[in-house]
T-cell receptor, first 114, second 111 residues
C-alpha cells in the first residue's frame, strides 16, 4: 500500500488567499484525522471522520477552517482566508478502526502564509 | 481533563547507551497506548499496547504498559545516531479512537 498520500507537500501563499490541502487515506481504513503541528503547540487534532462522517471538529481553530470527506478515499482541509498564523505542517492520518487504533500519518503539507 | 505526560522532555546519550522513556496518562475510557517516533517528518507508528504487563519488542526497541500505574515505558538498547528523534506517547480514548498526545521526549544520540 502507498500509505497516506497528501498534496501538495509544500504550499506558500499570501495572506487572504484560499488554501486547499488534500488527503487520500489508506484503503480500507475507517477513520481519517487532520492534525496541525507547530513548534509552539506541538501536534493538535483539528477534526476527524468515521466512515466519511465528521465526528469531532472541536479542534478546528475558527470558521476560516473547513474539512470535507466526500468519499472514503478523499478528504480536503480548506482555509479561507488564510492568515500568517496558519503557517504550520498539516498532517493527515488514517486508522483501520474495529479495535485497531494505531494511526498512520501522511508526509504532511508544509504551509507558509506570508 | 485527559492528559499524557512524558519524561524526560529531552535526553542526550552516546551511542551504545540504553535509554528508558517514561509516559504516564490520565484518560477517561482508556483503550490503548501508542508510541510513535518522529524525525523531521511525519510520526511513525512503533507500538500499540492494550494489555498490561505484555512487552512488545521490535529489534532494539521494547515497550510495556502498566495499567495499574497508568504508565508505560519505551526502552531502546544499544542506541544509534539514527535513533535521534522525538518519541511521542499517545493514549487512545473512547470508542472512536481519539488520540491524546504527550509532549514528546527529544532524544539525541551522539556518536
Amino acid at each position: 500500500d502507498a500509505g497516506v498520500i497528501q498534496s501538495p507537500r509544500h504550499e506558500v501563499t499570501e495572506m487572504g488567499q484560499e488554501v486547499t490541502l488534500r488527503c487520500k487515506p489508506i484503503s480500507g481504513h475507517d477513520y481519517l484525522f487532520w492534525y496541525r503541528q507547530t513548534m509552539m503547540r506541538g501536534l493538535e487534532l483539528l477534526i476527524y471522520f468515521n466512515n466519511n462522517v465528521p465526528i469531532d471538529d472541536s479542534g478546528m481553530p475558527e470558521d476560516r477552517f473547513s474539512a470535507k470527506m466526500p468519499n472514503a478515499s478523499f478528504s480536503t482541509l480548506k482555509i479561507q482566508p488564510s492568515e500568517p498564523r496558519d503557517s504550520a505542517v498539516y498532517f493527515c492520518a488514517s486508522s483501520p478502526g474495529q479495535g485497531r487504533y494505531e494511526q498512520y500519518f501522511g508526509p504532511g503539507t508544509r504551509l507558509t502564509v506570508t | 481533563e485527559d492528559k499524557v505526560v512524558q519524561s524526560p522532555l529531552s535526553l542526550v546519550v552516546h551511542e551504545g547507551d540504553t535509554v528508558t522513556l517514561n509516559c504516564s496518562y490520565e484518560v477517561t475510557n482508556f483503550r490503548s497506548l501508542l508510541w510513535y517516533k518522529q524525525e523531521k517528518k511525519a510520526p511513525t507508528f512503533l507500538f500499540m499496547l492494550t494489555s498490561s504487563g505484555i512487552e512488545k519488542k521490535s529489534g532494539r526497541l521494547s515497550s510495556i504498559l502498566d495499567k495499574k500505574e497508568l504508565s508505560s515505558i519505551l526502552n531502546i538498547t544499544a542506541t544509534q545516531t539514527g535513533d535521534s528523534a522525538i518519541y511521542l506517547c499517545v493514549a487512545v480514548s473512547g470508542n472512536t479512537g481519539k488520540l491524546i498526545f504527550g509532549q514528546g521526549t527529544t532524544l539525541q544520540v551522539k556518536p
